[in-house]
C-alpha cells in the first residue's frame, strides 16, 4: 500500500516542470474547520493538503486519517517539524494517512538518516524544513540534506519574520536554494505566500507552492486559491493585502485598513492612551478614523502657546500628540482645529483639556482629549515640541505611528510600524473569516471553540 502511494508521487515528480502545485498548509488547532476550509480551498483548485504543525499538536494524527477520508485522491502532506525520532513519527504520519511528511532541516544527520530510512520503508516523500537555519549556513545545509537522501528541500520563512519582512524574503531565499540543489531533488517555498509572490515563485522554478494564511484565513478559500492559481498559470501577481514588505510612504495606507483594536490585539493588548474621549462619534458618511505620525508637545495645564506653535511646524499627516498634565484648563479648540483642518494635520491627540466642541463636532475634526471645558487657558510659552514625551499613560516619540477611531487611540513604536501593520492585517484576516463562518450560521463560541480552549481547571 505505501510503495503504491510513493509511485504515485514519483509520478508527479515527472509533470512538475508543467506547473508547479499549490499546496494549502492548514495552520489552524480545530478539525472542523480546517476540513471546511480544505474543502473550499480544493474547489478553488489547491493540489496538496497539508495538515500544519499546530493542527497536528491539537488534533494529533486524527486530523491526517480525517482529511485521507475526505480527499482521498489528494497528495497529503504532514507538516511534523521532526527535530528527533524521526523513524517513529515519519512511521506514524505514514500510517496515518500521508503522502509527504516534513522534519525540521536543521535536526541531527543521524535523525536525518533515519528519517530518510523511514520514509523509503514506509513509501512516502520526506521533506526537509530551513526554518530558523542560519542564512550563512542554510545553501550548505541544503545540500547536505539532499546528500543525505531527501527528497525535498521547503524553503521556509517562518510567520514572526513574515510580519517583518514580508513574502519577498521568501522568495529571496528560495532563489538561491534553486541555483544550487540538483534538478531531481524537489524544491517547495512557504512563507508569505499569497497571489502576488506566487506568480514570482512560478517563474523561479519551484515545484510546490505552500500557501497559508492567504487561504485559511481568507473569507472565501475558494475564490483566493482560484486567485493564487491564476497568478500561477499566467505568472503575473494578483493584488492581496496579506504580509506585505510596506515602505514607509505606504505605511499610513496599509493602517487605515485595520482598526484600533486590531492594532491592540496585534500588540497583545499594549499601546491604548487610556482615559481619552473623542470629540464627535462616527457616522456611516463621516467615518472617525485617522492615522498619521507623531508631533509631540509637552505643555502646561491651559498652556496653549506650544500647541499652537506646533501647527506651524508639523507637516500635512502628522498627528499632534499633547502632553498638557492632564489638566482641566483647555490648551486647545476650534481656531486651532481649524488650522489644523487647513494645513492637513491628520488629528490631535491631548491628554489635558479641549473646548469649542460643538464647533469642532461640526467640522469633523478628529480630536481626543481627557477633559471637555469651556475654560480657555493662556499662551505662556512654557514646554517643548518635538520631543519625547508621556501621554495617557503611553510614551510617545516624535514619529510614532498614532491610530485612532470610535474605539480610541493607540501607540505604535516607529521602529515596529512594519511589523506590528502586518500583525494587526493578519488580526483583520482572522476577523474576516471568523465573521463570514458566523454570517453561515456559526455562533461565536463554535467557530473559536471556546469550550474545547478554556483553561484547564484543577
Not at 206 to 234: C, H, R, T
Not at 387 to 415: F, L, N, T, Y
Request: net charge neutral; glycine share 8%.
Amino acid at each position: 500500500m505505501f510503495k503504491k502511494k510513493y509511485t504515485s508521487v514519483i509520478l508527479l515528480l515527472r509533470k512538475r516542470e508543467k506547473e508547479p502545485y499549490l499546496q494549502i498548509a492548514l495552520d489552524l488547532i480545530n478539525t472542523h474547520r480546517a476540513l471546511q476550509i480544505a474543502e473550499e480551498a480544493v474547489r478553488g483548485g489547491v493540489d496538496w493538503i497539508e495538515a500544519g504543525t499546530p493542527l497536528i499538536k491539537s488534533e494529533g494524527m486524527n486530523i491526517l486519517r480525517e482529511l485521507h477520508k475526505r480527499f482521498p485522491d489528494k497528495i497529503l502532506v504532514a507538516d511534523m517539524k521532526t527535530a528527533d525520532g524521526g523513524s517513529v513519527e515519519i512511521e506514524i504520519a505514514a500510517k496515518s494517512g500521508a503522502n509527504v511528511v516534513l522534519m525540521l532541516g536543521g535536526s541531527d544527520n543521524a535523525s536525518v538518516t533515519e528519517a530518510v530510512e523511514a520514509a523509503k520503508k514506509f513509501g512516502v516523500m520526506l521533506g526537509c524544513d530551513t526554518i530558523d537555519i542560519p542564512p550563512d549556513r542554510l545553501v550548505q545545509r541544503a545540500i547536505e540534506l539532499e546528500s543525505l537522501g531527501v527528497d525535498m528541500i521547503v524553503s521556509h520563512v517562518g510567520v514572526d519574520q513574515q510580519v517583518i519582512y514580508g513574502g519577498e524574503k521568501t522568495l529571496d531565499v528560495a532563489t538561491v536554494l534553486k541555483e544550487k540543489l540538483q534538478p531531481t531533488t524537489w524544491l517547495a517555498i512557504a512563507g508569505g505566500i499569497n497571489s502576488e509572490t506566487a506568480a514570482h515563485a512560478k517563474q523561479l522554478g519551484v515545484d510546490v507552492i505552500i500557501v497559508g494564511g492567504a487561504l485559511y484565513k481568507a473569507e472565501n478559500p475558494e475564490e483566493s486559491a482560484k486567485k493564487i492559481k491564476q497568478a500561477i498559470k499566467s505568472a503575473k501577481a494578483v493584488e492581496t493585502a496579506l504580509f506585505k514588505k510596506y515602505d514607509e510612504a505606504h505605511i499610513r495606507d496599509a493602517f487605515k485598513k485595520v482598526s484600533a483594536p486590531n492594532v491592540s490585539d496585534a500588540m497583545h493588548r499594549s499601546g491604548e492612551m487610556k482615559g481619552l474621549k473623542p470629540v464627535w462619534i462616527g457616522t456611516e458618511d463621516h467615518p472617525l478614523k485617522f492615522v498619521g505620525p507623531a508631533y509631540t508637545v509637552r505643555t502646561y495645564n491651559g498652556d496653549w502657546s506650544k500647541p499652537v506653535e506646533a501647527i506651524e511646524e508639523a507637516q500635512p499627516g502628522d498627528v499632534i500628540v499633547i502632553d498638557a498634565c492632564a489638566g482641566e484648563i483647555a490648551v486647545w479648540g476650534e481656531l486651532a482645529s481649524w488650522s489644523c483642518k487647513t494645513k492637513g494635520i491628520s488629528g490631535v491627540v491631548i491628554d489635558g483639556a479641549i473646548r469649542d466642541i460643538d464647533d469642532i463636532r461640526k467640522m469633523k475634526f478628529p480630536a481626543y482629549a481627557k477633559h471637555f471645558t469651556p475654560t480657555a487657558g493662556e499662551p505662556r510659552g512654557l514646554g517643548e515640541n518635538n520631543v519625547s514625551i508621556e501621554c495617557a499613560g503611553q510614551k510617545v516619540e516624535p514619529g510614532d505611528w498614532i491610530i485612532g477611531d470610535d474605539s480610541g487611540v493607540v501607540v505604535v513604536p516607529k521602529r515596529k510600524a512594519q511589523e506590528m501593520v502586518n500583525r494587526a492585517i493578519d488580526v483583520l484576516e482572522k476577523e474576516n473569516r471568523y465573521r463570514e463562518e458566523i454570517k453561515r450560521g456559526s455562533t461565536l463560541s463554535e467557530v473559536t471553540y471556546l469550550k474545547k480552549w478554556e483553561k484547564q481547571k484543577k
